[in-house]
């Protein structure tokens, strides 16, 4: 029997089993009806992997750039971040409708090639196979950060190259080839540049490690040489994604907003003791919680043992001990931690590098074994190693109260861990080579690495698989009836979402996106426009009848109004109704489905068209009617603002001290305990459309706005005044009557103002902007090419295409300058003529990036053929 295949397949299985078996329990699909969709898994991710799967499958101009992200924008960096892992590509194998099934198959599969590299790691750079192996990979592999991450399937690839790019660093320092390090360096730069920077930190922490080791200067130089060389070849392979990726984020994360990092200690160091129990693990871990650092209690014991134990080279223990006490460290205090971050603190999910040190104390515990195993245990040196893990025991116990994510039972569980693996390793100690001591550690550490994933698991809700699946496929079907009858180039607006990334699941060009890639300016700009924004987030909620018009809002879905009872219990219940949206009274009804109905804008301007000017735009300004005001005065020529505040009447005010307006003022109650309300009056006028301003700082919690009965809906959270529509007459004017229910005392009704737009002369500004369209003959998510008549005088040609470096414009086939329009939007002057114009994207620095990384691979090929040719002729 080949032992070392059997144990690198139980490597891989034994993850798999006890991950398998969870799902099962749990009734994860495929193997029932709920799923892993859970935090981002099922409101970013999802909808990222839905769009991997149609672009690969059906439209691959998506690669680059796509305007199914937040009107448009580049595609190449949310690549590089959220899709380039090789498990992906098992997503083609499926209908849209089963991505939660296959996720579920892919999340597995990660769990057993962590444990199988792990294996392969101890087993090539030991040279010693036993029992042990398995059972040290399976606690790395189910080590806490992976059950923590598992729904961040983006990072978890990093566990399973990180031991072999260990390998190969072990390699290069035995003077061996630096093909494994190449490899697997490459492929981690490729498959997630974020999570492969965390792992060049620990690499040079360990190649100054060797170095350090090294008998003298000139060695340690030669040797650090023999690193730093393989490095930059792997560097230069992957330059084809690296420098995109790199120029990409210089328009997105780079530029939004941080604070300065305060000199201080996050968390007390002693508290990440805590983290060593099982299933020390829950939902608030997510957003603030400590590092996620279980393993089992033998590599916990081991792996103090380690810088104690004298048969170990003293000088290895000590830069062995700078190393961990830089861990500890990092995961403490905050200008450590934040280097690990690439200079940005994380929003959710922190201390995302302590995989590393996770596998740093397997890695050292397994080498303390190997000492034990072939020379024996120091018991006075280990006992003094069991006494501080017993300190530690009683630290924990002391601070059981502080540690809400640790209970009681699970205390008592790792006590009985701890000791079942200190008498463990006793016998390990007097009968080194007994498989059944093996077999009983492989048991023990198999036991409490399930336990821990089952306890902290069972901590997390999920969606269920049809709670994604019912909405995608209504969506699809929606979007696939407007496909059909319009082939032109338009957007769609929606009122309702189940995630800010509902356009790339349901393939439609939408206004919203959640993702870590949004590009800083056009947050920006939704946050101008008086829509929901943040840093990694922009959603179009809330639309007026002019940015509907300019944007090209061509098609709005609304939730139907004669929904069957099986479409409320199937999809109802997981959406958020975000507008009101009377507005919908200009569109006309196309559609009425079980879910939803689509509305046609007749109003909508395509996405490029011709003015007579250069659209001047203060793209600073932070009040979104000015804003707006600003774009339709410069594009209409016009000294007059559209929107235009309304005169209210405050007809009652009950049980609320007296006030002479509503807006930036403090309302409070004059009897705490009973209800408060206030009722407005707006009178109307015809053709004419109404708005609210809501400030940031209203607590919305604690107000209840409705108007003519109906409760106003508004997506939630909102960082700037945001915009709603309240009301829109048509033809006839309807006085809207609103109530404001207080449930608590002083309410600041921050921005609270009152705006009518006439919508006439929206209409008449369309009209004369639509008399010169941009008429898009062909595009596709990163060209467009048209037919544009330009008149002498009127040759700008404004566009609602936002800009980026990495379009290009031809007119009848010449280069033609562009430039950007409210910090947002590509604009250029045409000449005189009857012209076709083509746009182009190309990501910036694509040819560069692949011209480095084709040059240096046909520079290794023809170095290894000159290598061949040179030992052929010298036999």
């Not at 990222?48 to 149609?54: D, V």
């Not at 000590?318 to 603190?345: E, K, N, R, Y």
Request: net charge positive.
């Amino acid at each position: 029997m080949n032992f070392k295949k059997v144990n690198l397949s139980l490597c891989f299985l034994l993850p798999v089993l006890v991950v398998m078996t969870y799902f099962v329990f749990r009734g994860f699909a495929p193997f029932g009806s709920s799923s892993i969709l859970t935090v981002d898994m099922g409101q970013q991710y999802v909808d990222f992997f839905a769009y991997f799967r149609n672009t690969l499958l059906h439209d691959p101009s998506g690669l680059f750039y796509s305007f199914q992200k937040a009107l448009g924008g580049d595609m190449f960096g949310t690549w590089s971040y959220y899709l380039m892992s090789p498990f992906n590509l098992l997503l083609l194998l499926v209908k849209q409708s089963e991505i939660p099934s296959m996720l579920g198959i892919i999340t597995i599969l990660k769990y057993g090639f962590a444990g199988l590299s792990f294996g392969c790691l101890l087993l090539f750079a030991k040279k010693r196979n036993s029992l042990y192996i398995p059972a040290f990979a399976t606690t790395y592999a189910l080590m806490g950060w992976m059950v923590a991450n598992q729904l961040n399937m983006l990072w978890v690839d990093a566990v399973i190259f990180l031991p072999l790019i260990f390998l190969g660093i072990i390699k290069i320092w035995q003077n061996q080839s630096s093909l494994v390090y190449v490899i697997f360096l490459t492929l981690m730069l490729i498959d997630n540049y974020y999570m492969a920077y965390m792992i060049c930190l620990f690499s040079i922490l360990v190649a100054a490690k060797f170095a350090l080791q090294s008998p003298n200067f000139k060695t340690a130089i030669n040797n650090l040489w023999s690193w730093i060389k393989p490095t930059i070849l792997s560097l230069l392979l992957s330059a084809w994604i690296l420098i995109p990726t790199f120029l990409s984020l210089l328009t997105s994360k780079a530029n939004y907003s941080n604070q300065p990092v305060p000199f201080k200690f996050e968390y007390f160091p002693l508290d990440l003791l805590g983290k060593f129990i099982n299933g020390s693990f829950n939902f608030k871990q997510m957003s603030s919680g400590s590092a996620n650092i279980f393993v089992a209690s033998i590599v916990v014991i081991l792996f103090v043992y380690y810088f104690f134990d004298s048969k170990i080279n003293s000088k290895q223990r000590i830069s062995d001990a700078i190393i961990t006490g830089i861990f500890v460290l990092s995961m403490s205090f905050m200008p450590f931690d934040i280097v690990w971050h690439a200079f940005q603190m994380p929003v959710w999910y922190p201390f995302r590098f302590s995989f590393i040190f996770s596998f740093w104390m397997v890695w050292l515990a397994y080498n303390s074994l190997l000492t034990i195993l072939e020379t024996g245990l120091n018991y006075r040196r280990f006992n003094f190693a069991v006494a501080i893990c017993i300190f530690g025991l009683i630290y924990i116990g002391m601070s059981l109260t502080r540690f809400q994510y640790l209970t009681l039972p699970n205390f008592l569980a790792g006590i009985l861990y701890f000791t079942g693996s200190w008498i463990i390793i006793l016998f390990i100690s007097r009968i080194p080579s007994n498989r059944i001591i093996s077999l009983a550690t492989l048991i023990l550490v198999v036991a409490e690495s399930g336990f821990n994933y089952f306890n902290s698991l069972n901590n997390i809700t999920y969606l269920g698989k049809n709670e994604y699946s019912f909405f995608t496929s209504s969506l699809q079907q929606n979007s696939n009836f407007l496909k059909a009858r319009d082939k032109s180039l338009y957007r769609v607006g929606t009122t309702f979402s189940r995630t800010k990334n509902d356009p790339l699941s349901g393939q439609y060009n939408g206004g919203s996106i959640f993702s870590s890639t949004l590009e800083a300016k056009t947050s920006q700009f939704f946050g101008n426009l008086g829509q929901p924004n943040g840093d990694a987030y922009a959603t179009y909620t809330n639309g007026t009848s002019f940015t509907d018009d300019l944007l090209g809002m061509k098609y709005y879905l609304n939730q139907s109004s004669i929904q069957h009872e099986k479409s409320i219990k199937q999809i109802s219940p997981f959406i958020d109704n975000n507008s009101l949206k009377p507005d919908l009274n200009n569109f006309y009804l196309m559609r009425q489905s079980q879910f939803m109905n689509i509305f046609k804008n007749p109003n909508y301007l395509p996405l490029g068209f011709l003015n007579n000017s250069s659209v001047e735009i203060n793209s600073k300004n932070s009040n979104p009617v000015a804003f707006q005001n600003e774009i339709y005065q410069s594009l209409s020529h016009q000294s007059q603002p559209l929107f235009l505040p309304v005169p209210i009447n405050i007809q009652k005010m009950e049980n609320i001290y007296p006030v002479s307006s509503l807006n930036n003022t403090i309302i409070r109650k004059k009897k705490l305990l009973n209800n408060s309300k206030i009722e407005i009056l707006i009178k109307t006028k015809p053709d004419s459309s109404y708005y609210l301003t809501l400030g940031p700082e209203i607590p919305t919690k604690q107000v209840k706005i409705s108007v003519n009965g109906n409760n106003l809906l508004q997506f939630l959270p909102f960082q700037r005044t945001v915009i709603s529509n309240i009301g829109n007459n048509g033809s006839r004017a309807k006085n809207l009557r609103l109530t404001i229910k207080l449930k608590g005392d002083d309410i600041w009704l921050q921005d609270f103002n009152f705006y009518q737009v006439d919508n006439s002369r929206v209409k008449s500004l369309r009209n004369n902007l639509a008399k010169h369209p941009l008429d898009i003959k062909n595009w596709n998510q990163n060209s467009i090419t048209g037919k544009i008549f330009v008149p002498k005088k009127i040759n700008e040609l404004i566009t609602t295409i936002p800009y980026s470096q990495g379009w290009h414009l031809k007119v009848d086939n010449k280069p033609v300058a562009i430039k950007q329009w409210a910090n947002m939007f590509i604009e250029s002057k045409i000449p005189s003529g009857l012209h076709t114009v083509t746009f182009r994207y190309i990501p910036k620095g694509l040819y560069l990036g692949s011209l480095i990384s084709l040059l240096t691979a046909l520079s290794i090929f023809l170095i290894r053929i000159f290598k061949l040719l040179k030992k052929r002729s010298t036999r």
